[in-house]
């Protein structure tokens, strides 16, 4: 044999060559192995391994791409013994804590192997990352070993993700540099997944929302955070997407304020990353977990019952946030069912919402689509629900919806000759409402004195009836003098009124 002249030669010039020589040394060693029987290759197995390990863990791309060449004819050649004589060696140098350059060599080496033997080797090296306490260094290897096995490191979620997740929750301590790489560990494992690997994953990571520990909920919540950014450009996971709301939305009321704080962060996500015309389908979905969840809140022992509830997902600083878009989505551009879906929606989480945390920005920002939409030709119910959410947002807003009042008022006058009446009587709640904030009082105390005489409009479509329009117009006039009526300047306001309801009863 000629292989005891032919190896020294090769593995000499792999040691002393630049990377296009070193690419050359594997390709020889391919074809060697290659015209070689099995018993000439077990002959000299220790110094062939060498060379070919040395290639494996090499600095340069290109030489550690054949060598994973070289490695997968030896293997076809001699099978595991390839693999037994190679990776144990790695996974010892992958352990050296005082030696950087030997131990990103070892990785090099193990990834060179994975990227064409990962089904085989796998179930061999990934225990021994995930063993705890996870070690940077492992977590490191993981975060590598990701990036060239998406196809098959999947099958191993039920063994990783339960692995990262203990760590972060209970295992971290103070080392921030290790916690920081086994965060990183994880955004590269969920990035780097197959396809395929995205319901599996989806479904390992929520199995731990529900557990009886905050600290494993908590990180649970941040891993779909994570799966929502890792995978925002794949859009693979949009199938498991009521999955993910499900989860983020019971956390809402967790007794834990760090797992309510992680839940609503991740729907942050989800919302940002999500078109909002996709999660618009699931508002119904989301109203019905809500309206679940509050009614068991209420009921258990030391629940409110029927008092005031406030969800302690939305009472926090920007608590509501995440869910506005979708809700914005729904009302602007919804089906009919969505839009009244949307619109109660709204009101719903804003009534679970404290006034301190809707101040500001955050009350304008629901009012002005409902103000935009509620004058379509849209059904009587979807104007319901929109009347009855904006009633919401003026006892919720106060004096930061001061500058709306004209809208507000131009919009419920509108209402009172709408054909339905429920949507005539939400108008005329809505219009007493309005009475605190309203500081000019006598325009339209002259406006709906003027449409209970029926001079004003007979309705949106000509069918409201002028009876109907100034009985509705009427009992609004009384609820604005009632609510308001002490802020009337001009002295023929009151009076007038007075006449008019004299001549309708007369």
Same mark, same amino acid.
């Given at each position: 044999?000629?292989?005891?002249?032919?190896? %020294? @030669?090769?593995?000499?010039?792999?040691?002393?060559?630049?990377?296009?020589?070193?690419?050359?040394?594997?390709?020889?060693?391919?074809?060697? +192995?290659?015209?070689?029987?099995?018993?000439?290759?077990?002959?000299?197995?220790?110094?062939?391994?060498?060379?070919?390990?040395?290639?494996?863990?090499?600095?340069?791309?290109?030489?550690?791409?054949?060598?994973?060449?070289?490695?997968?004819?030896?293997?076809?050649?001699?099978?595991?013994?390839?693999?037994?004589? @190679?990776?144990?060696?790695?996974?010892?140098?992958?352990? =050296?804590?005082?030696?950087?350059?030997?131990?990103?060599?070892?990785?090099?080496?193990? *990834?060179?192997?994975?990227?064409?033997?990962?089904?085989?080797?796998? %179930?061999?090296?990934?225990?021994?990352?995930?063993?705890?306490?996870?070690?940077?260094?492992?977590?490191?290897?993981?975060?590598?070993?990701?990036?060239?096995?998406?196809?098959?490191?999947?099958?191993?979620?039920?063994?990783?993700?339960?692995?990262?997740?203990?760590?972060?929750?209970?295992?971290?301590?103070?080392?921030?540099? &290790?916690?920081?790489?086994?965060?990183?560990?994880?955004?590269?494992?969920?990035?780097?997944?197959?396809?395929?690997?995205?319901?599996?994953?989806?479904?390992?990571?929520?199995?731990? &929302?529900?557990?009886?520990?905050?600290?494993?909920?908590?990180?649970? &919540?941040?891993?779909?955070?994570?799966?929502?950014?890792?995978?925002?450009?794949?859009?693979?996971?949009?199938?498991?997407?009521?999955?993910?709301?499900?989860?983020?939305?019971?956390?809402?009321?967790?007794?834990?304020?760090?797992?309510?704080?992680?839940?609503?962060?991740?729907?942050?996500?989800?919302?940002?990353?999500?078109?909002?015309?996709?999660?618009?389908?699931?508002?119904?979905?989301?109203?019905?977990?809500?309206?679940?969840?509050?009614?068991?809140?209420?009921?258990?022992?030391?629940? @409110?019952?029927?008092?005031?509830?406030?969800?302690?997902?939305?009472?926090?600083?920007?608590?509501?946030?995440?869910?506005?878009?979708?809700?914005?989505?729904?009302?602007?551009?919804?089906?009919?069912?969505?839009?009244?879906?949307?619109?109660?929606?709204?009101?719903?989480?804003?009534?679970? *919402?404290?006034?301190?945390?809707?101040?500001?920005?955050?009350?304008?920002?629901?009012?002005?689509?409902?103000?935009? +939409?509620?004058?379509?030709?849209?059904?009587?119910?979807?104007?319901?629900?929109?009347? =009855?959410?904006?009633?919401?947002?003026?006892?919720?807003?106060?004096?930061?919806?001061?500058?709306?009042?004209?809208?507000?008022?131009?919009?419920?006058?509108?209402?009172?000759?709408?054909?339905?009446?429920?949507?005539?009587?939400?108008?005329? *709640?809505?219009?007493?409402?309005?009475?605190?904030?309203?500081?000019?009082?006598?325009?339209?105390?002259?406006?709906?004195?003027?449409?209970?005489?029926?001079?004003?409009? *007979?309705?949106?479509?000509?069918?409201?009836?002028?009876?109907?329009?100034?009985?509705?117009?009427?009992?609004?006039?009384?609820?604005?003098?009632?609510?308001?009526?002490?802020?009337?300047?001009?002295?023929?306001?009151?009076?007038?009124?007075?006449?008019?309801?004299?001549?309708?009863?007369?």
């Amino acid at each position: 044999s000629v292989l005891p002249e032919i190896i %020294p @030669v090769l593995r000499n010039s792999l040691y002393d060559g630049d990377s296009n020589t070193k690419r050359g040394v594997c390709v020889g060693l391919s074809e060697v +192995i290659g015209s070689s029987t099995k018993d000439q290759i077990l002959r000299f197995i220790d110094i062939i391994v060498k060379v070919v390990q040395d290639a494996l863990c090499d600095d340069e791309p290109g030489v550690r791409e054949m060598a994973a060449s070289s490695f997968q004819n030896l293997y076809n050649l001699v099978g595991n013994r390839a693999m037994d004589e @190679v990776v144990p060696a790695l996974m010892v140098a992958l352990e =050296s804590t005082d030696d950087d350059i030997r131990r990103d060599r070892a990785l090099n080496g193990l *990834t060179g192997i994975l990227s064409i033997r990962s089904k085989e080797l796998l %179930p061999y090296i990934i225990p021994r990352l995930i063993q705890q306490p996870i070690t940077e260094n492992h977590a490191r290897a993981l975060s590598s070993i990701a990036t060239v096995t998406s196809t098959t490191l999947y099958f191993h979620f039920r063994t990783i993700v339960p692995s990262l997740l203990e760590f972060l929750a209970f295992g971290s301590g103070d080392d921030k540099e &290790c916690v920081a790489a086994v965060r990183d560990c994880v955004r590269s494992v969920f990035g780097n997944a197959d396809e395929a690997g995205v319901n599996m994953l989806i479904s390992e990571v929520s199995s731990n &929302c529900t557990s009886d520990k905050p600290e494993a909920r908590r990180e649970s &919540c941040w891993m779909l955070e994570t799966v929502i950014e890792a995978r925002k450009d794949a859009k693979d996971f949009y199938e498991q997407t009521p999955v993910i709301i499900r989860e983020l939305i019971q956390r809402f009321n967790d007794d834990n304020m760090d797992v309510v704080k992680a839940a609503n962060k991740a729907f942050a996500a989800l919302s940002k990353y999500v078109p909002a015309e996709e999660l618009a389908q699931h508002i119904e979905y989301m109203r019905n977990l809500i309206n679940s969840m509050v009614s068991d809140a209420r009921r258990r022992k030391g629940g @409110v019952g029927d008092g005031e509830f406030f969800l302690p997902g939305f009472n926090i600083p920007k608590g509501l946030e995440p869910l506005l878009p979708i809700y914005q989505r729904g009302i602007l551009y919804g089906t009919p069912t969505i839009r009244e879906a949307s619109a109660a929606g709204l009101g719903e989480v804003i009534n679970l *919402t404290s006034s301190k945390y809707l101040a500001g920005p955050l009350i304008i920002k629901m009012t002005g689509p409902l103000l935009r +939409i509620v004058g379509d030709r849209n059904p009587a119910n979807v104007k319901i629900s929109i009347l =009855s959410t904006l009633g919401l947002i003026l006892v919720k807003g106060g004096p930061a919806l001061r500058a709306f009042v004209p809208q507000f008022q131009t919009t419920f006058v509108k209402a009172l000759s709408d054909p339905s009446r429920q949507v005539r009587l939400e108008a005329i *709640t809505a219009l007493g409402l309005l009475m605190p904030l309203s500081t000019r009082v006598d325009p339209l105390i002259k406006e709906l004195v003027t449409g209970s005489l029926g001079k004003g409009s *007979t309705g949106a479509d000509g069918t409201g009836g002028v009876v109907v329009v100034q009985t509705a117009t009427l009992e609004a006039l009384a609820v604005v003098l009632e609510k308001g009526g002490n802020k009337a300047k001009l002295p023929e306001s009151v009076p007038s009124a007075l006449q008019a309801s004299a001549t309708l009863i007369l």
